[in-house]
């Protein structure tokens, strides 16, 4: 089995400057982001189920 590239997408909570950028992709096993501007510094892996906590979870938070 060989796995495909990941289809990145710009988030959309990203920042209107384009100084907090993160990029997410999303398949039916994994959800991962990484830094727009360092790509380099590899990517944060997360199973969908986690991902959908953590976004929640950041949702009831005042920044």
């Given at each position: 089995?060989?796995?495909?590239?990941?289809?990145?997408?710009?988030?959309?909570?990203?920042?209107a400057d384009?100084?907090?950028?993160?990029?997410?992709?999303?398949?039916?096993?994994?959800?991962?982001?990484?830094?727009?501007?360092?790509?380099?510094?590899?990517?944060?892996?997360?199973?969908?189920?986690?991902?959908?906590?953590?976004?929640?979870?950041?949702?009831?938070?005042?920044?």
């Amino acid at each position: 089995m060989t796995e495909t590239s990941p289809n990145w997408h710009k988030s959309a909570y990203s920042g209107a400057d384009n100084d907090a950028c993160v990029e997410v992709a999303d398949d039916l096993a994994r959800v991962r982001v990484r830094d727009t501007k360092d790509r380099a510094r590899g990517e944060l892996t997360a199973t969908p189920a986690a991902w959908a906590a953590f976004t929640a979870f950041l949702r009831t938070q005042r920044i």
